[in-house]
């Protein structure tokens, strides 16, 4: 392997025959693992059991499963480089790492169900998202995956709307133990999971709680409504994501449709003195449909208005006592994050959490400022405005402990620096083959690859 500068490397590189659309193919097992965790993921996050309170589920054992063979063949078999901007993304993940460790070891833990829920946000999850995975994201069937995620996303929704209309209808939920409830929680969704909202439930859909669901779909909803061509089946999420009768959720609806219009805004002041109105005229309708929408979402919820000017704003107000009184280092046993994200990095790890929570979700901001060039493609911008809306949704509820949310921002993340996983260049994965073909395989070809 030669490097130049700018980061651009010579590498030798594997030759599986032509390059079809669908590369990916080529590798079946890779891809197999791929999409049964998307299903397992999106579509039956809560799918699996529980180990002393813990739950355990199938696509989170799937990762955990897949990641000392994908560690090992990252370190022996692929081209061992990264991303600038991979690094410095994992470098901002560095000083809260730091103090959870020294949380751990001078203040112990309180809660050993959210110590492995840490553990493996913010360790494990970022460690394959952002510096494992994307090695072999060449290997990948682009347009497989994509069909994948699209049909969970929409298969999400259209379940939730079901369960939504059923429950009040026959007075109980359709529960699949090991499925679309952990085998723990069967039976339990309306006594533990406080979707009641009088005359209807939240939206649970398989993720068993409103909040969850919906924090967890904004972050991909900007990829599905890049990858999604039918309006239909984007409105059907929409619609989904507003009958969770939940106030932090209806906001991220918002925000996801104003950061939209502001987007097709900068398009159009950059075509001046030529303006498409009619691109205006449907970012303007698309924003009345969804404000539309939440005002449906009010008449569900059968509360009266003053339910969203709540001053205990829903129980949260007191986690904003902790500003009055910060410590700089964390002073608790290491626990679970509460709904306010930033207020619970205060209370749990003092003001150097603070910042170092902020770090990472800013992260973003500071890699679109360092490298401007991720943004020049469409799926980077999505990826981008999902990682910026969870920031944003973090301050009323983060849902930060809870599976899969996080699963969600590591991905996503990863997109927002690779793109769409199968369209990375070289199309196969790359190998430290030193220019030796593999037995019975064509001759090895020099391949630029690009970093920065």
Known sequence: MRCGDSFTCVVEMEVLGEPRPSGGSRHVLLNAICLLTVVFLILFPKGGIKAGGTPLTWAYLLLVGTALPAVV??????????RPSALVAFGALIPFQMLCLYSIE?????????????????FLLPFLFLLVYPAFLPAIDPLRFRRYFRFCILGAALWGIFLFVWRPLFGFYIEIPL???????????????????????KLISTYNNGNVYGVATLILFPLYKLWEPSRWKKNVVRFALVLTLSRTVWLGVLIEQ????????????RSLPHIDTGAARKRAAGLLLTLAAVFVGFLFSVQSI?????????GRQAQFQVFAHPTLLPSLPLNGFAEVMYSSALQLFGVAGLLA??????????????????????????????????AILAAADGATNLIPVLAFYWFTYMVFLHGSPGEQAGGVMERWSGGESMPGKPADRQTHVSYG
């Open 357 to 390: 929570i902020l770090l990472i979700v800013l992260s973003p901001l500071l890699l679109i400022a360092l490298f401007p060039k991720l943004l020049r493609a469409p799926v980077n911008r999505a990826a981008a405005k999902g990682l910026i809306l969870y």
């Open 258 to 269: 104003f950061l939209s219009s502001l987007v097709s805004l900068a398009a159009m002041t």
């Open 73 to 82: 063949i990252r370190l022996v078999s692929l081209r061992l480089a990264f």
């Open 179 to 201: 499925l679309t409830v952990n085998l723990g929680d069967f039976g339990q969704l309306e006594a533990t999971k406080h979707i009641d909202r009088g005359a209807f439930f």
């Open 306 to 314: 003053s339910f969203l000017t709540d001053s205990s704003l829903g």
């Open 106 to 122: 001078v203040n112990g833990v309180g809660n050993v169900g959210y110590l492995f829920s840490d553990l493996t946000g913010f």
